[in-house]
């Protein structure tokens, strides 16, 4: 069993956040981070949409755990809270999936 979670944002600034280089590295730096000291996380990666329709979130975020504990695990840990301090004042919504596969 493996736990997909699936994140997806609308941001105030759509153009200003993702034409902003330094924002957009230090949240590709967490998402790296992640990768080598979040226990239990299989997968993870973040994207910048592309479709630009008024349906569409703006930033999506993809992720898999080995189990509902790593995931719980993951919500309080520091790097993840540093990628919510720093997405966070930027988003306007947030969308969220969580489901086993």
Known sequence: MVIRHVVM???YDFAGVTGNKATMDALQKCIAAMRTEVPGLLRIDMGVDKSRTPDSADLVLFSEFASWAE????????LHDEFRKLLGPLRSERRLGDYEI
């Open 71 to 78: 995931l719980d695990a993951y919500q309080g840990h520091p």
């Open 9 to 11: 944002w609308k941001l």
